[in-house]
Nanobody
Framework: QAQLVESGGRSVQAGGSLRLSCAAS????????MAWFRQAAGQEREGVAA????????????YYSDSVKDRFTVSLDNFENTVYLEMNSVKADDTAMYYC???????????????????WGQGTQVTVSS
């Protein structure tokens, strides 16, 4: 059974950096859309970033929400079967539970739709203090 396990969440000062990891087991991340979502207390789940290796096996497509573009970077390591989210210049608004999701292919229009993903991790908490 596919499992996604997030790690790396912690408390951090505004302006700081951290890296989240999503390790997949019984699931191959290559060829599948891998995404990061977050949900702050009292708010709806929000798509943060996604990454997808195209059918040619080499082209990487990445997608970001406007709120994190130019601050966060999503990447993957096929050998480690792990997806990362590098978070820089974090703000108090970045405080949330961060979830990893996997499934299907990424498209510009659909990557941020939670319902398209078949597998989800349990989440890792990120708290940014000002």
């Amino acid at each position: 059974q596919a499992q996604l396990v997030e790690s790396g969440g912690r408390s951090v000062q505004a302006g700081g950096s951290l890296r989240l990891s999503c390790a997949a087991s019984e699931y191959t991340i290559g060829g599948n859309c891998m995404a990061w979502f977050r949900q702050a207390a009292g708010q709806e789940r929000e798509g943060v970033a996604a990454i997808y290796r195209g059918a040619d096996g080499s082209t990487l497509y990445t997608y970001y929400s406007d709120s994190v573009k130019d601050r966060f970077t999503v990447s993957l390591d096929n050998f480690e079967n792990t997806v990362y989210l590098e978070m820089n210049s974090v703000k108090a608004d970045d405080t949330a539970m961060y979830y990893c999701a996997a499934g299907g292919i990424c498209t510009t229009r659909q990557w941020r739709l939670g319902r398209k993903y078949n597998h989800w991790g349990q989440g890792t908490q990120v708290t940014v203090s000002s």
